[in-house]
């Protein structure tokens, strides 16, 4: 379940990433249509997540997942990374990042005659 949410957060960071290190040298399409694609694939990992969640029993429908905690005081001050997913996170993820992508691809087309449109993706 967590694994589908980490998908979810880093797919779109993964596109911005693609899209500075490519600047000028990618089209404004191309910039559109890698922005599109990241939000998919970040649905894909909410939709994982969910179908993960489905099949557990409703008390254990939560999870928590640490990818490194980046700051320790003693055994009880500690800054992690972390992702925690339940069923309203799982409904978050869903809704955002599936009416995000339809925002996106519909802006492929809005965003067309507008100067440096790559800044909008």
């Known amino acids: 379940m967590t694994t589908g949410a980490w998908i979810c957060l880093a797919a779109p ?12 040298r990618i089209a404004r ?46 055994s009880n001050f500690q800054f992690p990374l972390n992702i925690y997913v339940d069923q309203i996170s799982m409904w ?5 990042s599936g009416v995000g992508m339809l925002i996106v691809l519909y802006s492929i087309g809005y965003m067309d005659k507008v100067d440096e449109e790559r800044r909008f993706f």
């Open 13 to 24: 960071l993964a596109g911005v990433v693609l899209i500075i290190i490519g600047g000028t």
């Open 29 to 74: 399409r191309t910039a559109g249509w890698i922005a599109t694609f990241s939000v998919a694939v970040a649905f894909a990992g909410a939709l994982w997540a969910f179908i993960d969640m489905l099949g557990k029993d409703p008390s254990q429908r939560h999870a928590s997942s640490t990818a490194y905690t980046w700051l320790t005081a003693g």
């Open 92 to 96: 978050m993820m869903l809704i955002v």
